[in-house]
C-alpha cells in the first residue's frame, strides 16, 4: 500500500470521526488502568458494567487495597479470568502505592513493570491518559491491518512496528482508535461488512464484497 492511500485512509477516517476513544468508561488514569487490565480477552461492555459499581466504591489505589482482593472479585465476577486479574489488580496497587506515590506512572517501562500490564496495555495507557502517539495493537488492530493491507506482519509487534513507521504523524494519536473501532463494528472477523466500509475502495482485502 502506498503512502497516498494510507493518508487518505485516515484522513477519511478523521473525518467521519474527528475525535475518537475508548469506549471504556473511566475518568482518571488510574480508572484507564483497571478497565484495560480487566478487559484482556473480555468485551469492553462487560467491563464498563462492573466498573460503574467498581469505581464509586474504589477510585484509588489506596482505595482498592481498602477495598480488598475478595470483594473485587465479587464486582467483576462476570468478566472472564476474573480471579487472576483480580490478583493483578491489587498487586499493581500495591507498587503504585510503594513505587509512585499512588499516581499511574508515565513512561513504558515503569508501566511495563505492573502486574498484567504488558506492551498492548502501556500503550492504552500512554496514548488515551496522557496523549502520546502510540498505536496499541489488538486482535482488531492485527486483523485490520493485516485484512486491508495498511500494515501486515505476522504479529502484533511487527504490525505496531509497521503502523508507527507507515501511519502519518498527524493521524498517530488517535490511529489506534479509529482501527479498533473499524475493526470491531465495520472490518469483522467472520464477515466484513464491505458495503457499509468508508475505505472500501483504498482497501487491498482480496475478497471484499461491495
Known amino acids: ?16 470521526n474527528p475525535h475518537p476513544t475508548t469506549e471504556l468508561e473511566y475518568s482518571t488514569p488510574f480508572e484507564l488502568l ?11 461492555v462487560s467491563v464498563n458494567a462492573a466498573t460503574r459499581h467498581l469505581f464509586p466504591a474504589a477510585s484509588t489505589p489506596q482505595a482498592m487495597l481498602a477495598l480488598g482482593e475478595e470483594k473485587l472479585r465479587e464486582y467483576i465476577q462476570r468478566i472472564g479470568l476474573y480471579k487472576t486479574k483480580a490478583k ?4 499493581t496497587c500495591r507498587l503504585l502505592v510503594e513505587r509512585h506515590g499512588g499516581a499511574v506512572p508515565k513512561t513504558r517501562e515503569e508501566l511495563e513493570a505492573l502486574p498484567g500490564v504488558g506492551r498492548k496495555t502501556a500503550n492504552v495507557i500512554l496514548n488515551t491518559a496522557f496523549g502520546e502517539p502510540t498505536i496499541a495493537v ?16 505476522k504479529d502484533v509487534d511487527e504490525v505496531e512496528r509497521k503502523l508507527l513507521k507507515f501511519v502519518p504523524d498527524e493521524f498517530k494519536h488517535d490511529a489506534h482508535h479509529w482501527l479498533i473501532l473499524h475493526g470491531r463494528y465495520v472490518c469483522r472477523a467472520r464477515k466484513p461488512n464491505c458495503g457499509a466500509c468508508i475505505i472500501h475502495d483504498l482497501c487491498e482485502y482480496k475478497n471484499k464484497e461491495i
Open 1 to 16: 500500500m502506498n503512502p497516498a492511500k494510507r493518508r487518505e485512509i485516515f484522513t477519511r477516517f478523521r473525518a467521519a
Open 34 to 44: 483497571v478497565a484495560v487490565v480487566l478487559s484482556a480477552q473480555a468485551t469492553d
Open 88 to 91: 493483578h489488580v491489587m498487586q
Open 138 to 153: 489488538d486482535t482488531h488492530i492485527f486483523r485490520v491491518s493485516n485484512r486491508i493491507g495498511l500494515a501486515p506482519g
